[in-house]
């Protein structure tokens, strides 16, 4: 998962706490659309920044809907729906506690077995999301990122989801990014990580990506911001 803009998030202790403000831009001048062949052939070309990312919203993105490898979709100004501000890939996915180290394991059965233990946790993988580069500095990347959270809390959604998961690049701006956002790494090193994904000790670690998640749970205590109020503030204007 690649990020191009950033923005900030307010966390307590135990609680994930959001502001209804942070909402402002993609909810007051922008509209919710599905990515399709139609939608990009009337649009401005799309571009983040990241030649990659850019080429897989142009040329991928519906050809992994026809296949149900995940869905995009994007956001459009208001005032000029041909210019997309940002868009974003989502697939279904699991955390498989029981194939963690020992240490990881154990906490994460302290966050989810308290009903009837699993040996995955269902959850909803990010796999790509691009910003638009010209609205970069607008916050836009955690916007997406509130919005997914809530939209896979709100009644729509159809199926079981605990986790929000990215494959984030291990770059400390990216991975800084995911935790102002709430995300932690699913292993506590880049050395264990390496060495539960096929890596043997003595080989130098090279980790082009990390593992991250949030627990959806973490956003039932919140205070001051309602669950439905995310989705309806994104989908209103659609």
């Known amino acids: 998962t690649s990020l191009l803009c950033n923005g900030s998030q307010h966390f307590g202790k135990g609680r994930y706490e959001i502001r209804k403000e942070a909402f402002m831009f993609l909810s007051s001048q922008c509209f919710f659309s599905e990515l399709t062949d139609d939608l990009l052939s009337t649009c401005q070309p ?3 920044g990241n030649e990659d990312l850019d080429d ?3 040329n991928d993105a519906t050809r992994y809907a026809y296949y149900l490898m995940g869905k995009s979709y994007c956001f459009r100004k208001n005032d000029d729906p041909t210019k997309i501000v940002c868009a974003f890939t989502v697939s279904n996915d699991s955390i498989r506690i029981y194939d963690l180290p020992r240490s990881r394991k154990d906490y994460m059965k302290s966050l989810t077995h308290h009903e009837k233990p699993l040996r995955r946790y269902p959850g909803i993988l990010i796999g790509r ?4 580069k010209d609205f970069c500095g ?3 990347g955690s916007e997406v990122i509130d919005f997914i959270k809530g939209w896979f809390m709100s009644h729509d959604n159809k199926s079981g989801c605990r ?7 291990n770059a400390p701006e990216v991975i800084s990014f995911y935790q102002k956002n709430g995300f932690q790494p699913l292993f506590t090193s880049e050395e264990q990580e390496f060495l539960y994904t096929g890596g043997k000790k ?3 670690i090279k980790m082009a990506t ?3 998640y949030f627990d959806l749970l973490w956003m039932s205590n919140t205070a001051n911001f309602k669950v439905g109020d995310i989705v309806y503030l994104f989908m209103s204007n659609t």
Do not use: E, H, W, Y
């Not at 986790?163 to 690049?169: C, G, S």
């Open 129 to 132: 999301l691009g910003v638009n």
């Open 46 to 48: 799309f571009s983040c």
């Open 163 to 169: 986790f929000v998961i990215v494959d984030a690049i």
């Open 210 to 212: 990390r593992l991250m």
């Open 138 to 140: 607008k916050g836009i």
């Open 202 to 204: 003595g080989q130098p």
């Open 56 to 58: 897989f919203f142009t």
